[in-house]
């Protein structure tokens, strides 16, 4: 059975954790969009994890952990990433890697800080992970399999092809280096050296592993309103964050995605640039950035504090129904254990009129939240392992949430590990 975890949200959502912890009854983890650009964290038993590019399964020993040819593949980030949990005593994982995948080329990362530096305080905060330009070059066919690493001949050709294009831009747009062909070339094939034993037919891997009734887990990177199409655009990432991209990036029929498990998080944060109508600021957003998360609420890959507000139900509501949602799983919620009382935001007042449908990008900068105050719980709740043992207007909150939503809660995370988890049935 092929089943996803993906976000509703703007990505760190507590995601990791619910793939880390799904990847127990996983034969197969793949990742199948994004790149180095987020991360997740993860707390086990050996210890605490910020993974970029390797799939959360990577911590079992019995998975195989699977770079999808959807993913913007930054080699030397893997491998030093495979390295730093094997010195801190991870087994070495069972990795494979697409032969369609296609390669973060240094001059990617290059084309970002340059493009973020022209545009000054116009940017759109990238992570300058190289990921925009990889999409882009991946697009407009120039971008770089896996598989062109084994034939030297073209491999040369093409480099020389396509940094005739660059070279024109760097001189004349950002007034910076030239690339050189020879050193690009050499630095491919200390890739190769790095990748080649990994790298495998994804696609017919996975063919075989379906019919043989493996548990396949499709892990998603940030969230629906990140998706180019569906989300905030231009304040997304450059690749789609649905589950449903999860069949073509990680090339398997859709048809075979049988749960899409949709992370929500109990209140929201979000990274860099672009409208986010339930935000809160000052002491009120500092307090729940200190205890928001595990440990509180930074970016996993960059260190920057998010962006925090209050849950909103019509964002989170449009994340769920554009995934696909079968299940959601509702975390960080024991956070929220300090407040008396939880604002929820219920609609968008824009130009004078209240809707619940979540508008384009125009529109959703006028927005204004209208919120529902909700009664606290004022406890802590991790530790509680049933539905029934939380604080009454705990299981109010949820259940309010859960009829905005329209899907069902049926995962509640009430802490930071593996094994802080509550199941509902539904
Ligand atoms: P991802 O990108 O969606 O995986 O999100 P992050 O890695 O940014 O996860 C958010 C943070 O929340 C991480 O530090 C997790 O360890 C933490 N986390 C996940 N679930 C919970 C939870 O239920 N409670 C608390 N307190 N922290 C959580």
Redesign the pocket.
């Known amino acids: 059975m092929v089943r996803a975890v993906v ?1 509703a949200n703007w ?7 619910i ?1 880390d912890m799904l990847g127990k009854e996983s034969d197969i983890i793949v990742r199948f969009q994004g790149g180095a650009n ?6 086990n038993d050996y210890g ?1 994890f ?1 993974l970029h590019t390797l799939p959360s399964g990577v911590f079992y020993d019995h998975t195989t952990s699977i770079i999808g040819n959807g993913v913007a593949l930054n080699i030397p980030v893997l491998f030093n990433e495979v390295k730093e949990i094997v010195d801190r005593g991870v087994p070495m994982p069972k990795i494979l890697v697409s032969d369609r995948a296609q390669m973060v080329m240094p001059y990617h990362i290059l084309f970002d800080e340059y493009e973020e530096e022209r545009l000054a305080g116009k940017s759109f905060g990238s992570t300058k992970s190289g990921i925009a330009p990889f999409y882009s070059d991946k697009y407009a066919k120039i971008g770089f399999q896996v598989s062109e690493l084994f034939d030297e001949a073209s491999l040369k050709e093409k480099i020389e092809r396509v940094i005739v294009q660059k070279n024109i831009l760097l001189e004349h747009l950002y007034h910076k280096p030239l690339l050189n062909a020879d050193e690009i070339f050499n630095t491919l094939m200390e890739y190769k050296e790095m990748v080649a034993p990994y790298v495998c037919d994804v696609s017919a891997f996975l063919y075989e592993a379906i019919k043989e009734g493996k548990n396949i887990l499709l892990e998603g ?3 629906s309103l990140k998706d180019p199409d569906h989300g905030i655009y231009p304040m997304v990432t450059s690749s789609s964050t649905l589950a449903a991209y999860g069949a073509i990036g990680a090339g398997i029929p859709p048809y075979e995605i049988k749960q899409i498990i949709t ?1 929500c998080k109990a209140y929201s944060s979000a990274v860099g640039a672009g409208a986010f109508v339930s935000e809160i600021f000052g002491e009120e957003a500092d307090e729940l950035r200190r205890r ?4 509180g609420e930074y970016g ?1 890959t960059t260190g920057r504090p998010r962006r925090m507000g209050w849950f909103d139900c019509v964002a989170s509501r449009y994340g769920c129904r554009i995934q696909g949602t079968t299940d959601v799983a509702f ?5 929220l254990g300090y407040l008396d009382e939880i604002p929820v935001c219920v609609g968008y007042e824009i130009d004078g009129e209240v809707t619940k449908e979540f508008p384009t990008t125009g529109k959703l900068e006028k927005a204004k939240p209208v919120l529902e105050v909700l009664p606290g719980w004022n406890c802590d709740i ?1 530790g509680i392992k049933t539905y029934e043992e939380l604080p009454e207007n705990c299981r109010k909150y949820i259940e309010f949430v859960e009829e905005q939503l329209g899907f069902p809660i049926t995962m509640i ?4 590990g593996r094994n ?1 988890i509550i199941y509902r049935n539904k």
């Open positions: 976000g990505g760190d959502e507590g995601k990791g954790k793939t987020a991360g997740h964290t993860i707390v605490k910020a990177q940030l969230g992370v928001g998360g595990d440990g996993a975390t960080v919620l024991d956070v991790r995370s009430n802490g930071p802080d």
